[in-house]
């Protein structure tokens, strides 16, 4: 491969007129317009080059160029990028980038303090010291690099321009107090995420800036910020080269920074640099510390706001003039001595490190033998290290290229695509995209010098293409991630209502629109945030619509009070009145089981009166659901009401629900128990119940009044219109106490309805009113159990049963039945008898029969 001589004039080809030509200084704090003076001085003359610290920077006054010149006039030239038109006049580069080969009437170098940087100095100073334009030649920066200037370049002219706004120190403020448009520095990227969730979750979002984001992606974040999306803005100390925004205050989360080789406290005028970015224009600014960082000691608080610092003792110095008969003596030509005293040597940068490694290996030392392949390999080994995978990683890397380009002239395309395949796809997370947006840079880097790649325009076309595709899905995600426009968007207009009413809606569906914002939906009357809002944001969004609710509340609370009461329902499981499906009230324990209390549940934007008012509506809700499902026990009271002894029966039945126990079973006149019979009130023994209430709706209700009333609980739920239930497991004492209030009976881990077990026990006294009767089989289905538990639940009920004899062994027939025998009473009144019953004889025959059993069992029957 033959690879063109560089030209290394040190002056620009204007070597006759440098001297002549005037050098000068503009020096000064942040916003002091010195840029902006620099281009319109490059503009006034035929051709210029300027070059600026950050790719960003020279690309965003590129597009100012452009828009000024046109764009066949105007050049772009950065590591990984290059546009020059034939006619190109005015170039705006990276510093590392200015083409020193070529002649133009002025040059300029933005943040010339940076020839202090320990990594990147060298480069500076090398600008500081060598470019000139033939008619002006412009240095912009700190003033703190005065007096080194003032020795190091005869006749220069320096002008100190003061700041055109004032920088006020605020001290520390919380996280959660940050003004609007503040921009908060932290130092590590697990710093920035921290700060960027937490502002999420109290402000709604802002916008994030680091020195790894790709040009496209920082361009997006910051315009999420100027576009008002959001107020805030978490980001590194890349912000403090030439990023001009909006900020009023800027936040310090912390004082020190790894700078590559160690952790170090940030001086006072890398501060100042920072801090700088509040304020623009006559706008005035502050700075302050947040977070955990503790606050600025005064002296340095001072320095900031006065903007005076201590001079720089040295500048960082490596020579231009480079040796490119062999490796060895490229190395040795960069280890030079400095020229002067206030010079000091650089420290062996990457590109330095990767020279000194290859030419340590046999495949570099049997290629780089000639001149121009050591000029390609130095150029090789000035390749960034986007990736940032370990120097290791990036000396393997540029070794492997240098061997490509030595041998075949040129990078393959096939070989470029198949390194290009792993860094296309957008899924990821945000780490990831990075990465792949750093693997991108490298071989956009690569494809930019077109003599080392085969079909250089089109990989030229295709890394940029990627790359702006991978910064907006990397845009995406970070916006993603820290950006709830919503919330965002909410808490701005919080902050400027000051307490003034928020536009605010609510539909029939109750879903609420606060400012035009979705933000959540009432049920009954609490507001239930967006479920598709991060939990983190609800706190803003209950703000919001706390403030939104004062007008609308009221008119809800109407649209209630006249609401149908088909629209309001009780769960009689859970004890809550429902409207439209919403909780907005529960029963408590009141003074009897049919005279619950009615607790309002506690709302965000409900006042007391709401509450009395929804409590007197609930009231009559209530009382009409009580008089519809226990209608017979009311209608019962009023019927006895002139009945004393009836009237304290029924009375009992009421105060306990619907079953009470009597101290005795009553005996009425046959007048009074037919009344009590027609008004569905039945006795059992002791017990007294009304029939109606045994029904599957009125249980149910009455279930969850005895609940609330008595405060136990049922372990095992009762399936709804069942005649009897099947026990798991044993009742506790109360829970039993709890079902015999409600009417059930317990026989034999069986629960049987009380009104099923009183017809039953009719039924049988009419069956066997003088003799025993095999007992009918259909009985288990009536009770809703097996055949085989049959008589076992009977004898819990109080009836009684004879097993039957055992069977002769010839006996082939079916098993005999158990005999249902009559009740105690029935027999003295048999025994009593002087003439002989009929069907006696049938007893005898039985009595002599094997299936014959005479046995007694409970004298309740």
Known sequence: MKVPPRQMAPALHAAQCAD??????????????????????????????????????????????????????????????????????????????????????????????????????????????????????????ADTIAPLMRSLIRDISIETRPRLSSLSHTGHTRLSRLPPRTAIVAFSMAEVYAIAELIRRKRGGCAVVMGQLSPRTRNAQVALYQNRE?????????????????????????????????????????IAQIAGRAGRGTRDGTFGTTGECPPLPEAMAEAVETHKFEPLPFLWWRSSKLDFASPQALYASLCQKTPHPNLRPAEPAADMQTLSALMQTPAVRTLATTTAHTRLLWEICQIPDFRKLGLDSHIRLCGQLFSILAKDGQLPSSWLKGRLASLEHTGGEIEDLMHRLMGIRTWSYVAAHPDWVENAQHWQRHTRMLEDTLSDALHERLASRFVDKRAASLARRLEEADGAPLLCAFNKAGEVRVEGHDVGHMRGFAFVPDPEAARSDQALILKAARRAARSEIPRLVARFLQAPESEITLDNQTGYILWREAPIAHLRKGPSVLHPVIHIDDAEFLESTHKARIRERLTQFMASVLAHTLGPLFRAEQAVADHPLLRGIVHAVTENGGVATLPAP?????????????????????????????????????????????????????????????????????????????????????????????????????????????????????????????????KGLGIRLQPPAPLPPRYAGPPAPFMVLPTRHAEKRKQRSSRPKHGAHLQSAQNNSPFAILRTLRSQM
Request: proline share 9%; charged share 20%.
């Open 666 to 794: 009553p005996v009425l006149p046959p007048a009074e128990a037919l009344l009590l019979r027609r008004q569905a009130i039945r006795l059992h023994g002791p017990l007294a119940f009304c029939s109606p209430l045994l029904k599957p709706h009125a249980m149910a209700l009455r279930s969850l009044l005895l609940r609330i009333h008595t405060g136990q609980s049922i372990t095992q739920p009762l399936p709804g219109g069942a005649v009897s239930v099947r026990l798991s497991a044993p009742l506790p004492p109360p829970a039993q106490a709890l079902l015999a209030s409600l009417g059930w009976l317990l026989s034999h881990n069986t629960l049987v309805r009380l009104d099923i077990a009183a017809s039953l026990m009719q039924d049988m006294r009419v069956l066997c009113a003088r003799t025993p009767k095999p007992l009918p089989l259909s009985l288990a289905s009536r009770l809703g159990i097996s055949k085989k538990e049959l008589p076992h639940v009977l």
């Open 20 to 141: 002549q030509a005037p050098v000068r200084a503009i020096l000064g704090p942040t916003n002091t317009g010195k840029t902006h003076l620099a281009l319109e001085r490059m503009l006034a003359h035929a051709s210029g080059v300027i070059g600026f610290p950050l790719r960003l920077l020279a690309r965003e006054n590129y597009d100012r160029m452009v828009r000024l010149k046109g764009v066949r006039s105007v050049a772009l030239i950065t590591g990984e990028e290059k546009i020059i038109p034939p006619q190109a006049r005015w170039f705006s580069c990276t510093v590392e980038a200015m083409p020193m080969h070529r002649p133009v009437d002025f040059v300029a170098v933005d943040e010339i303090q940076l020839c202090a940087d320990p990594e990147r100095g060298h480069i500076f100073t090398d600008r500081l010291l060598n470019a000139r334009g033939r008619s002006e030649t412009l240095f912009l920066g």
């Open 230 to 270: 959001v107020d805030y803005l978490v980001a590194t100390d890349a912000i403090g080269m030439g990023l001009n925004m909006t900020i009023d205050h800027v936040a310090f989360a912390g004082l020190s920074k790894f700078d590559g080789q160690r952790h170090r406290i940030l001086a006072p005028a890398e």
